[in-house]
T-cell receptor, first 112, second 115 residues
Framework: DAKTTQPNSMESNEEEPVHLPCNHSTISGTDYIHWYRQLPSQGPEYVIH???SNVNNRMASLAIAEDRKSSTLILHRATLRDAAVYYC?????????????FGQGTELSVKP | DAMVIQNPRYQVTQFGKPVTLSCSQT?????MYWYQQKSSQAPKLLFH???????NEADTPDNFQSRRPNTSFCFLDIRSPGLGDAAMYLCATSRDLGQGRETQYFGPGTRLLVL
């Protein structure tokens, strides 16, 4: 399974944009890039996913490098409620079970 | 509107005493997953059901079993809990098996304490 590398922690100020990086140099051509986040004492929550093109939704944007070896999750205006562990996960469409293989993630703290 | 419900949120059991954790879903999804998350670690998949088909991860201990009596409910049974089984247990669902795009929906988790 292709692996991802993320910084252990990042800090942000409230109402400022946050760019969370993820390296996945061994990504295969068919791997989707998924982001989930886990707020304290809660289950993980889907944020966004993409394959090749940049993606936007109501929660965030996903910028994917042209060679797909890295990606960045962008929170346009961080709020205190965005403090969470953010997981970047590669999903193989040919992997039976669709399991999510979580890495250690990035713990994002947001300062008022 | 709760979609994946886990009960109880906290469970205390004694060393060696069987315990069952429950999960229900209102999404009518085909797939249900159980993950284990130990303190300060990432979630780790134990097993999943696709409809009635059970799929165990290779490194899931025999001590852990699961039942899915119908589409809505899934149970995690720990036959003889040890101290090392204290963790958060997360239930998740997805509409179908992974084709790369499928989203998983997680419940809030049950935190298990073993005394």
């Amino acid at each position: 399974d292709a692996k991802t590398t993320q910084p252990n922690s990042m800090e942000s100020n409230e109402e400022e944009p946050v760019h969370l990086p993820c390296n996945h140099s061994t990504i295969s051509g068919t791997d989707y890039i998924h982001w989930y986040r886990q707020l304290p004492s809660q289950g993980p929550e889907y944020v966004i996913h993409g394959l090749t093109s940049n993606v936007n939704n109501r929660m965030a944007s996903l910028a994917i490098a042209e060679d797909r070896k890295s990606s960045t999750l962008i929170l346009h205006r961080a709020t205190l409620r965005d403090a969470a562990v953010y997981y970047c996960i590669l999903r193989d469409p040919y992997n039976q079970g669709g399991k999510l293989i979580f890495g250690q993630g990035t713990e994002l703290s947001v300062k008022p | 509107d709760a979609m994946v419900i886990q009960n109880p949120r906290y469970q205390v059991t004694q060393f060696g005493k069987p315990v069952t954790l429950s999960c229900s879903q209102t999404l009518n999804h085909n797939v249900m997953y159980w993950y284990q998350q130990k303190s300060s670690q990432a979630p780790k998949l134990l097993f999943h059901y696709y409809d009635k088909d059970f799929n165990n991860e290779a490194d899931t201990p025999d001590n852990f079993q699961s039942r899915r009596p119908n589409t809505s409910f899934c149970f995690l049974d720990i036959r003889s809990p040890g101290l090392g089984d204290a963790a958060m247990y997360l239930c998740a669902t997805s509409r179908d098996l992974g084709q790369g795009r499928e989203t998983q929906y997680f419940g809030p988790g049950t935190r298990l304490l073993v005394l």
